[in-house]
């Protein structure tokens, strides 16, 4: 009932389940940061920021191609702001510019197999270790 009226208010870009379920994901976090710790490599880290990733069809179809979108939660965003956000990052993906995320998702589905591994497994040695470079991550 709430989503049907906001859509009605906004038929460009219409609310929808996924952006609740993102929306609360993100606020959860936001509310209760201890549930933003992990444990990697018999470790205990605090992420530094909320963030959301999630991959965006250029066109919907089943050879389009993909891109990533990345949502940056701040603690005063409110529910409407989110969805602003998920459009920004939605519209931006959709556009025919290329952006870091697709051209190395583009660039890993052009290597052959054995190549992508080896650098898979050069990446978790260095992550295992803490020397993967913050660019990459």
Known sequence: MHLEKKNASNP????????????????????RPKMNRFIANKNMYQRNEITASFVVKKLF??????????????????????????????????SEK?????????FFNKLPRFVSKTIIAVI??????????????
């Open 98 to 106: 290329k952006d870091g995320s697709t051209e190395s998702m583009d």
């Open 124 to 137: 978790r040695f260095l992550d295992k270790h803490g020397w993967v470079p913050s660019s990459l991550i």
């Open 61 to 94: 179809a089943d050879n389009g191609s993909e891109a990533l979108a990345f949502i940056h939660c701040k603690p005063e965003m409110c529910f409407e702001d989110i969805h602003q956000e998920i459009f920004r990052q939605v519209s931006y993906c959709r």
């Open 12 to 31: 460009e870009y219409q609310y929808n389940l996924f952006q609740v379920i993102v929306a609360a994901m993100l606020k959860v976090l936001t509310l």
